[in-house]
């Protein structure tokens, strides 16, 4: 062979590679992006059943009833009696849907009601539902069904229960109407803006909505249940710092319209609530002899009567978190004492510590984690004396669900007992309130979530992981016997898809001792010869922990890997659902959580020969956010693509409350320290920053002020800043944000140029519309 022919042989052979080589390898075409799309949260639904029950207990019996749905979309209405082991339909659903086509003037499909939800009224002969922000009643006898009044004409009054009075709120005062006869009574006439009654601080979102810096608000009216009393408050914002935000594209006009909010920053000057008292009967105002309250974000604080009618309790917290008081007020005097409380160094985590009453108010039991680990303890009422700590041990309760007066025990759910399982799955125990006679009631290995019946003789078991599509079971609370199977998963469908099981994975934090658990997500084409990108999905939020640990919540993570990648999540160090130590490494150190990403990552790939540990990216919203961009800014070798979405990217500009507790309080220098604003010089990969203009929790400041420091360090970057659009993925441009997630992944991830302006599709799911 001649060297003429060798190279025209050479040269037929490349060619030849060349065509074939893309056709194997593709990844990121525009047949992945249609897979992505199928497995979107509205469309994957026609593809699996997760089994779940959200069982509906009917008033004080033991009988509940659930909406049963199904892969077209369908749903049906059922009842349980779980004392006579029988389940049925709650009603005709072709009767009812007849009947209200007639009344609405309008067909409804028997499979498909126009409502999800429903009580049963007058001893269960009728239905009360509500459709549209209108109240419907249909007799289960006749099927007649009858329109009601709106659900929404009184929503800006608290009415009392007895239905006599209605409190509400104009001109910044306090006013109660007599309901039957029309009567108007104004209790106060001193308020003014900033120091008005009954008023929650309002957010952004109902000012756009009113598109009004002062938006109408159900009153904070806390009623006696005889309605003979309510409690409320005054809260004083005048001196507190605000945001203003700019809507670009409002809709009812071209000039962009602008929101002023109650927003006070770390250190400083906060929102003060003082707690009153009006006795309606009586025409008396008592104030709560209590310092006022601190307000840390917006809302109020919030109160619950004794069935006395003559006291009520409610929680308060020094600011920083670092105390917790449970207190009761005598409602004629004002007095107050403190029940209970909870007090630590660093911080009592509002998420992690509960209160509940029981035994006619006489007793108290409080999780605490006080001994290194979150735990239940009994408190005397009376006395204020604790009694005992009811559960111990290295692990850590997660709910409390039930406590049986009758019987003497409580419920609750836990994680990390059970030997040989991933810790945070939960299981359901009960204790007795000596402290003795510890049961495990869901023993199978998987997470578990529960509805106890109101006289805690059965349960409704929901149970799956994420390697398990489970079900439901109804169950006996005194030792976990099963009464009866009630749904089951069905995945037939989606396994025809070729889809895979995420996998756990179990490594170490950057310490090389501590376990940390994760879990990865492969496309349903998954090829093992391939190498693969990894797309690491985080939030690093102090206040829980987010790695999917049951078979529903897990599928969100599936149409990302579709595209041609391999994702990931992870829980390290800093987060709740473990010690009490684990969970304070991110104090004063919010920024310093992600080496246990890195570490694990690298152990992954370490064992998996398909992930590709030099291209790897990263994306989150809100803390996530944060935390997407501070690991390409603190890991620049390491991640080379990240997508940020409103992320709080400078304790110093976010909200109180939540950095004063998880980064600390006072405001140190550690505050500037973790700012990503900071950190802005390291950029070395491709970053994303996506922020709304009307983001109601993490206002755009925060995006804008690390823009300009990228800017001032000479960095390229790309942004994108959407109008009408709160926090995360929202409004009408959420499927074109998502596209262009997509995009930016497999262009600068892949490295492939992804299909043009790809217009994704997806149902709406029940009840939310379009996403």
Known sequence: MNGASIVRRVGFVLVCLCLVVPAANAQGTVE??????????????????????????????????????????GSEFIVVDAAKNTSEPAFD?????????????????????????????????KIRFEVEDVQWTCDLGSYDCKRGESTTANQYESRSPDGRWAAYVENYNLYLRDISTGTVLQLTRDGEPGWDYATPIPSLRPMVAQQTEHPKERPAVFWSPDSSKFVTYRIDSRNAGRFTT????????????????????????????????????ASTRVDVKTPPL????????????????????????????????????????????????????????????????????????????RDGWNHLYLYNVKTGALERQLTKGDWVVRQLVSID?????????????????????????????????????????????????????????????????????????????????????????????GWKFPEPFEGKAGDGTTNLY???????????????????????????????????????????????????????????????????????????????????????????????????????????????????????????????????????????????VYQGYPVGDDYAEQSNVTLAGHLQGHLLLVHGDIDDNVHPVETMRLADALMKANKSFDMLFVPNMYHGESGEHAHYLVRRRWDYFVQYLLGVTPPANFDIKEEPLPGFGRR
């Not at 979107?40 to 639904?45: D, T, V």
């Not at 009767?95 to 007058?122: G, I, N, T």
């Open 518 to 660: 994760g879990l990865i997500w492969k496309p349903s084409n998954f090829d093992a010869s391939k190498k693969y990108p990894i797309v690491e999905q985080v939030y690093t939020g102090p206040q829980g922990f987010f790695t999917p640990k049951t078979f529903g919540s897990a599928m969100r993570l599936q149409s990302m890997a579709e595209l041609g990648f391999v994702v990931v999540m992870v829980d390290g160090r800093g987060t709740t659902g473990r010690s009490r130590a684990f969970h304070e490494f991110s104090y004063h150190n919010l920024g310093g959580s992600f080496a246990d990403h890195v570490e694990m990552i690298k152990q992954m790939a370490a064992k998996n020969s398909y992930m590709d540990i030099a291209r790897v990216g990263i994306y989150g919203t809100s803390a996530g956010g944060y935390g997407a961009a501070h690991a390409i800014l603190q890991f620049p070798d390491f991640y080379k693509v990240c997508e940020s979405i409103s992320g709080d990217h400078d304790p110093r500009l976010d909200k109180a409350w939540w950095n004063e």
């Open 405 to 497: 007066d009758k019987n003497r025990r409580v419920y609750f759910l836990a994680g990390g007992r059970e030997k040989g399982e991933d810790p945070y799955l939960t299981h359901l125990y009960s204790i007795g309130l000596d402290g003795t006679g510890l049961e495990l009631l869901t023993p199978d290995n998987a997470n578990h979530t529960v509805s106890i019946s109101p006289d805690n003789e059965y349960f409704v078991d929901n149970y799956s992981r994420v390697d398990l599509p489970g079900g439901s079971v109804l169950r006996r609370t005194r030792d976990g016997s099963k009464v009866r199977d009630l749904e089951q998963a069905d995945v037939t469908e989606l396994l025809k898809t």
């Open 294 to 369: 601190d307000i840390a974000f917006q809302g109020g604080p919030f109160f619950d009567w004794f069935p006395d009618n003559k006291r009520f309790h409610y929680e308060t917290e020094e600011r920083g978190w670092k105390e917790v008081e449970l207190r009761e007020v005598d409602a004629q005097t004002g007095e107050q004492k403190v029940l209970a409380s909870e007090a630590a160094e660093k911080y009592v985590d509002p998420g992690e510590t509960w209160f509940r009453l029981f035994d006619k108010d006489s007793q108290l039991i409080m999780s605490s984690e």
């Open 32 to 73: 992945d992006y249609q897979r992505a799309e199928r497995f979107l949260p509205g469309n994957a639904r026609h593809l699996y059943t997760s089994g779940d029950v959200m069982a509906h207990w009917i008033e004080k019996s033991d009988r509940f009833w659930y909406r049963r749905t199904n892969l077209k979309g």
């Open 93 to 125: 659903h072709s009767r009812l849907a007849e009947s209200l086509s007639r009344a609405m003037k309008q067909h409804q499909d028997a499979e498909k009601l126009p409502f999800e939800s429903f009580e049963y009224v007058d001893d269960a002969k």
């Open 246 to 281: 700019l809507q670009f594209v409002p809709s009812n006009q071209m000039r962009p319209k602008a929101y002023t909010v109650v927003y006070p920053l770390p250190g400083e000057v906060l929102p003060k609530a003082a707690p009153i008292v009006f006795d309606v009967r």
